[in-house]
């Protein structure tokens, strides 16, 4: 296991959460505009496919979230849904 580059202590505030719906497949690269976001915040993101209710579910794709960036007032995020066409999924995005 290598050791890590830079080992930097963050200042943990309250976090903000948010959600956002997509219909999208394939390789995908979105801006999300997020209050309050600065290019130092730290952002977590999870994708998961939703049904026809907007409800969270397990289906046959996958969902995978390659890179997140913050960016002034916006998070840019790269990600993949598994399928031959267009799925409903969400997004969430934990900043802090």
Request: hydrophobic residues 40%; without cysteine.
């Amino acid at each position: 296991m290598n050791d890590p580059l830079q080992v930097t202590p963050l200042t943990i505030r309250p976090a903000s959460a948010f959600s956002y719906d997509l219909g999208i497949h394939g390789m995908f690269t979105v801006n999300f505009s997020v209050p309050g976001v600065t290019p130092s915040s730290v952002v977590m993101a999870s994708m998961t496919e939703i049904n026809s209710n907007g409800q969270p579910f397990v289906g046959d794709a996958t969902t995978t979230v390659h890179n997140v960036a913050p960016g002034n007032g916006n998070v840019r995020l790269r990600g993949e849904v598994g399928w031959s066409s267009d799925l409903s999924v969400r997004v969430y995005l934990l900043v802090n």
